[in-house]
Every structure is written in structure tokens, then in C-alpha cells.
């Protein structure tokens, strides 16, 4: 990000407390604004793919429901999503660590 500041309106002498002044971008306004909407859809559609899995195992999500009933009703399926996905994370077995294989050795 480009950072200009403007020149002081005291002749020169910048006040001690002053903050710099910042150019506006509007590429970059717009850059973030984009990188927000995208990091939103990501985080949508991946607590859709959560529910959507918790959806098959009922067992597990009667178990998430008991744990959050004490949540908040506003913020209960954002918890219930992320104790999900932890959960099933620490079920999944790593993809990239691999079993060495046996070889013969001469």
C-alpha cells in the first residue's frame, strides 16, 4: 500500500501527536473489499459442507446440540460448525503423512 503524507500546515514543523495521512487507493479499497467477500463465501461454504456432513451422522450432531444448548441462539450453529469440523478433523487420519514402504535392503 502506498503511503504519502501531506505536508504539514504549520510551515514544516509536524506536531508530535499528528498521524500521517494516507493516500486513498481505490484499487486497494476495492482489492480488500474483494479479499473480505471471498474470505465470507469460503467460510460460508465450508460450514455448509460441515452441516450438510453433521446432517448424516446423527449420533454426532444429538452429541454437538447437548454441548451448545447453553450457547447463545445467535452464535450456537456458528460453534456447533466449528466444534464439527475440529471434531471430524481429529477423526480424519492426515492424507499427507505416508507409511514408509518396505524395501528390500542389500
Known amino acids: 500500500m502506498l503511503r504519502g503524507r501531506t505536508k504539514p500546515e504549520n510551515g514544516g514543523d509536524s506536531a508530535a501527536g499528528s498521524q500521517p495521512q494516507f493516500k486513498e487507493n481505490s484499487q486497494v479499497a476495492r482489492a480488500l473489499v474483494l479479499n473480505e467477500v471471498q474470505k465470507q463465501d469460503r467460510q460460508q461454504k465450508m460450514q455448509a459442507g460441515v452441516m450438510k456432513k ?22 450456537r450453529e456458528k460453534v456447533m460448525t466449528s466444534m464439527a469440523m475440529r471434531a471430524m478433523r481429529s477423526m480424519k487420519p492426515p492424507v499427507n503423512q505416508q507409511v514408509p514402504a518396505q524395501g528390500v535392503k542389500v
Open 54 to 75: 453433521l446432517d448424516q451422522n446423527p449420533e454426532m450432531k444429538k452429541a454437538l446440540q447437548a454441548v451448545v444448548k447453553d450457547v447463545p441462539e445467535d452464535q
